[in-house]
């Protein structure tokens, strides 16, 4: 699957013996000290750790390794003949994508370096957020926990792409001038250019494998984005780590960081997790010190997508379905909220909205409604953004976990970086009883864990939103029977349409 660095034995002395389930040498060391040191503040967050974190274990192991000089850059015993390089301090470390805040804690425990944590969930930045205040409660003498920055956006206007946000935070830090506003804490980032003056590392970053090979693309973009600018520093200083399961790693990934630094390693695999060491930056085009911008989506026959948004730029079936019993069944929407005179105008919501595909058609179908869209993911709220505007449904300003939205001028539709699951309120216009009409395509799984409870809990959100007498259209895979869950909080439920994979139930709020 990977391409491995030449494997190389390890001195008698420091062999392990069988499998190993370690990357560090058995006996006591001084990184295995620094393991223990730090067990017992990260138990005060995960209480079973190590366990159930076998990738941020193996990323705590190799940064570990590397400042004890006990491990090389592929995080491997050194040879006997050379020592292994220190693990360097970086004027900030970008953390992307962290499920549950392991990945800073482990990084912040190691590194005194600004930390930025960006998640394109809405749901994981507020895990990572609760996680280091949980930390920093417990007394655990992190310094650079007060030092971390979790990005949950803040643009303004017509500042619609999803990372640009995250781009001024890190180089705010990275500038002579200090963060950026609303950035790091005083007291910590106005020490980030001495950082980079003392080590030349100017950013470490590490990234949580994605699903798509495309969104990977578009954190590259983003590393890009970052560098460009840096007048006299040399684009070499960059140091990348892939964090992953094995079996969501290819090959893919390999030639996609290969397209931008010079040298990529590959960890040896550690509890079925593997990282992947990119060195050696040379941009996009392989030529030191290009400067691409920020990532862009791709646009096809006018949907817009991000690497991230789930189903890229096509039309999902299950939606497609959705929209056709929607059609046919319009005469039966919520009663007494649609358009009549005297009435207000059909609010309608889209819960798990993706590329914006089928708000664009709700509006078509529903010209007078008030639209809005909700996604966990920014990259989808901003996808859906993109496909609307592409459309002619409104402008707005970028989307945001928490405070403000996609909102329109114009009264076109408003879209919202939001956890569907979450308590409401998601902030104005998005309160208990706001809907007549709530559409949901679920998703089955949640990264790449098959289960139906984010399904139930977006379900649930969607009774709380109706008014009583709303509607909620939904679109199941047959095979997963939400039947069930519906009619345990619903008056009444029925099927609106049927094929080979997929059924479309309405159920009215009483």
């Known amino acids: 699957m990977f391409r491995q660095c030449p494997l190389r034995e390890p001195p008698a002395d420091r062999r392990l013996v069988g499998m190993s389930a370690s990357l560090l040498p058995r006996d006591r060391t001084a990184a295995r000290e620094s393991l223990e040191r730090s067990a017992g503040r990260l138990r005060e967050v995960f209480p079973e750790w190590p366990a159930g974190h076998p990738t941020a274990r193996l990323l705590q192991e190799y940064l570990a390794g590397r400042a004890a000089g006990e491990l090389d850059l592929s995080g491997r015993f050194p040879q006997p003949e050379t020592a292994a390089p220190l693990l360097r301090e970086a004027a900030v470390t970008l953390v992307l994508d962290d499920s549950d805040g392991a990945l800073t804690l482990v990084s912040a425990g190691i590194s005194s370096s600004p930390h930025v944590v960006r998640c394109d969930s809405a749901a994981e930045a507020a895990a990572v957020a609760a996680a280091v205040a949980r930390c920093e409660g417990s007394g655990g003498s992190v310094a650079a926990l007060s030092a971390v920055e979790v990005v949950r956006g803040s643009g303004q206007g017509e500042d619609r792409n999803p990372f640009s946000e995250v781009c001024r935070c890190v180089r705010g830090v990275l500038s002579e001038e200090g963060p950026a506003a609303g950035g790091f804490r005083k007291g910590h980032a106005e020490d980030a250019p001495e950082f980079a003056a003392q080590s030349g590392l100017r950013l470490r970053v590490i990234v949580s494998a994605p699903k798509q090979v495309r969104a990977l693309g578009d954190l590259l973009h983003l590393v890009g984005a970052i560098m460009a600018g840096q007048e006299g520093r040399p684009h070499s200083d960059v140091e990348l780590v892939l964090a992953g399961r094995e079996k969501h790693m290819t090959k893919a990934f390999n030639g996609e960081l290969e397209a931008w630094f010079s040298r990529v390693d590959v960890s040896p695999g550690l509890a079925k997790s593997r990282l992947l060491i990119a060195t050696g930056w040379r941009g996009a085009s392989g030529a030191v010190g290009s400067s691409p911008g920020l990532p862009t989506p791709v646009v096809r026959d006018g949907i817009s997508a991000f690497g991230a948004c789930y189903g890229g730029s096509r039309v999902d079936a299950g939606a497609r379905l959705l929209l056709e019993a929607l059609r046919a069944h319009a005469a039966e929407g919520p009663a007494g909220s649609a358009d009549d005179a005297g009435g207000s105008p059909l609010r309608v919501l889209d819960l798990g909205c993706g590329n914006g595909w089928l708000l664009r058609e709700v509006r078509v179908l529903f010209p007078g409604a008030r ?60 309160e208990a009883g706001a809907f007549d009409l709530v559409t949901l395509n679920p998703p089955f799984h949640e990264g790449t864990t098959v289960t139906t409870d984010t399904a139930h809990a977006l379900i649930d959100s969607a009774h709380a939103l109706l008014r009583p007498g709303g509607l909620l259209v939904l679109v199941q895979n047959s095979h997963l029977r939400y039947r069930s869950h519906l009619a345990s909080s619903f008056a009444h439920v029925e099927q609106w349409a049927r094929d080979r994979r997929f059924t479309v139930l309405a159920a009215w709020k009483q």
């Open 371 to 430: 639209l809005a869209g909700v996604d966990d993911s920014w990259a989808a709220a901003a996808s859906a953004r993109m496909t609307l505007d592409v459309n002619g449904s409104g402008r707005g300003g970028e989307g945001t976990h928490e405070g403000s939205a996609f909102a329109s001028g114009d009264g076109g539709p408003v879209l919202r970086h939001a956890d569907g699951t979450a308590a409401l309120p998601w902030g104005e216009g998005f």
